[in-house]
Nanobody
Framework: QLQLVESGGGLVQPGGSLRLSCAASGFSLDYYVIGWFRQAPGKEREGVACISSSGTSTNYADSVKGRFTISRDNAKNTVYLQMNSLKPEATAVYYC????????????????WGQGTQVTVSS
């Protein structure tokens, strides 16, 4: 089981920014597609952004395009999610996950999950 650890969540005002990190433990992220997902209370888990193993391809949910950026630093074994212009509806637990296949950015395609980090957007 691959171990992923998210960090960087917190409370931010509407319009603010946060950067989430997803660090791998005990294995190299180099060969894995990494996705960021979120789950708000009472809602299903949804894809936010995914990045290919090389970092050359990305996929974003329509609701975050132009405001969120996914990136990876394989030398640091870490994937990031930069979130700008945050809205209250972004409040959720954010998870990163790994997959061996580049396909749809949906939870069912991902095998290994972190424990999540809470993001709250509120004034």
């Amino acid at each position: 089981q691959l171990q992923l650890v998210e960090s960087g969540g917190g409370l931010v005002q509407p319009g603010g920014s946060l950067r989430l990190s997803c660090a791998a433990s005990g294995f190299s992220l180099d060969y894995y597609v990494i996705g960021w997902f979120r789950q708000a209370p009472g809602k299903e888990r949804e894809g936010v952004a995914c990045i290919s193993s090389s970092g050359t391809s990305t996929n974003y949910a329509d609701s975050v395009k132009g405001r969120f950026t996914i990136s990876r630093d394989n030398a640091k074994n870490t994937v990031y999610l930069q979130m700008n212009s945050l809205k209250p509806e972004a409040t959720a637990v954010y998870y990163c996950a790994a997959s061996g296949v580049w396909d749809l950015c949906v939870p069912n395609y991902f095998d290994s999950w972190g424990q999540g980090t809470q993001v709250t957007v509120s004034s």
